[in-house]
Structure formats: structure tokens, C-alpha cells
């Protein structure tokens, strides 16, 4: 069995509570400072099965500005390119406008969240603002990946299967599902807001999602083993034989 996890955002950059879980097989993405972490700690983490880092700014309802962008992204490929890691970026859709341009220089693989994380509203996924641009980066770049996830996070949002049904026929090769958990939201649905208090757990239904996705499939096998097997092995360097 194929093993991806991703440290949550909330624990910051420390990667302490996945070390000890991924020694073996499984594959393991961080959260650092590109500005702090030394090229040894980078090394120590890749010795036990990381191999991407995650920029979540959208969980913080967080933005940056056009400018800000291309030094930000250049400053994670500058530290990651040696070990041939993956920023994984968590904006919302708009941020793609800005994201855009500099992609191509990277010289690394990024993989996008949540199907780009549309909005709710009236305006359809496709139509939204930075959609346009999502799309271009995904087919200008094989090196540029999205995740079919976390679709419990996109209720009400206009047009979401034609947006995932245009994204598989458009990029197969360049699509990874993945279940999201364990499906916690942010520390603002904890009990009073409290940062440090307990949440329940979300419980979406993962086999309906899972029989979903087959269906947009239109039941084609081969692109079904591509976004279960292949191209989560290919982006996230997993060759075992499993």
C-alpha cells in the first residue's frame, strides 16, 4: 500500500510527530522556513521518506501580493531543487493569477490543493477568477501537478464536476487523488475559536468519493490507475514495487 502523509499546518515547522511514523516506505511532506532550515535538517528528513514541503496560506485566509510570489517560490525551489522535492500550495483560486509566471523557472515539481480550491457562490469553478491561469500552468508544465481532493471543502461550489471532469481529460498524467485525512478544519472551528482546544473530526463520506471519482473516470482503468498508483508514485518518488 501507497502511504502519503502531510504534516498539518497547525503544528508549524516542525516535522517531529511524522519522523518516527514514515521510517520505511511511506512518503512524508513538511512544513519548514526556506529562510531557517539548514541543508542538514533538509537531509535528515529526506533520509526518512520526505520528499515535498506544503505553503498553506489558504487554511490562514491568507494572500500575497503579485510581487511577492516569484521570491517566495524561488527561495523553496532554491533549497529543495538538490533533493528534487515538491512545494505543494495551498491558495486560494485567485492566487493563481500570480503564480503563474514564475512556475516554469522553477526547476522543481509543484502540486496544487484541493482541485485549486474554488469558491462558493454563483460564478462556476472554471469561470472564476485564476482558474484560467490554473489551467495554463497545468498544461504548459509537466512538472505541475493537482490534487483531487478535499471536495467536502468545496460545498456550493458552481460547476465542480465539469471544473474535475475538464482537469482529467486535460492532464491525466498530472492529476493524484488523495483522501485528505483525517479531515480536521482550521483552528477557528475549535470549540470557542480556541487554538488549543479539541475539534471533532469531519466525517465525508471517502467510499462515496471514491465511487465518484470512478464515475467522472467515465470507468476508463487506465486513467483510474493513474491517479491512484502512477502518478502519486511519479510525483512523490515512491518506487517500491507494492
Not at 515535498?52 to 517560490?73: C, D, F, M, T
Amino acid at each position: 500500500m501507497q502511504l502519503y502523509v502531510i504534516c498539518k499546518s497547525f503544528y508549524g515547522c516542525s516535522a517531529s510527530m511524522l519522523i518516527n511514523g514514515l521510517i520505511g516506505k511511506a512518503r512524508g511532506i513538511a512544513c519548514i522556513d526556506p529562510h531557517t532550515i539548514t541543508d542538514a535538517e533538509l537531509d535528515e528528513l529526506h533520509s526518512v521518506g520526505f520528499r515535498g514541503v506544503r505553503l498553506n496560506l489558504r487554511s490562514r485566509s491568507q494572500s500575497l501580493r503579485a510581487e511577492e510570489w516569484p521570491k517566495l517560490l524561488r527561495k523553496y525551489a532554491e533549497r529543495l531543487q538538490r533533493l528534487d522535492w515538491v512545494i505543494q500550495i495551498f491558495v486560494s483560486m485567485d492566487q493563481y493569477a500570480s503564480i503563474e509566471p514564475v512556475v516554469p523557472e522553477l526547476g522543481v515539481k509543484v502540486v496544487f490543493d484541493h482541485l485549486g480550491h474554488p469558491g462558493a457562490g454563483e460564478t462556476p469553478a472554471a469561470s472564476q477568477p485564476g482558474c484560467a491561469e490554473l489551467y495554463a500552468i497545468l498544461a504548459q508544465n509537466k512538472n505541475a501537478y493537482i490534487k483531487l481532493s478535499g471536495l467536502y471543502r468545496l460545498d456550493g461550489v458552481p460547476g465542480l464536476e465539469e471544473h474535475i471532469k475538464k482537469l482529467l481529460k486535460m492532464v491525466p498524467d498530472q492529476i493524484v487523488w488523495a483522501s485528505d485525512w483525517p479531515h480536521s478544519a482550521g483552528s477557528e472551528h475549535n470549540p470557542g475559536g480556541d487554538p488549543k482546544a479539541t475539534q471533532e473530526f469531519l466525517t465525508p463520506d471517502i467510499p462515496k468519493f471514491i465511487a465518484e471519482c470512478e464515475r467522472w473516470c467515465e470507468g476508463d482503468g487506465g486513467l483510474m490507475r493513474k491517479i491512484w498508483v502512477d502518478n502519486p508514485r511519479r510525483l512523490w518518488d515512491y518506487p517500491f514495487d507494492d
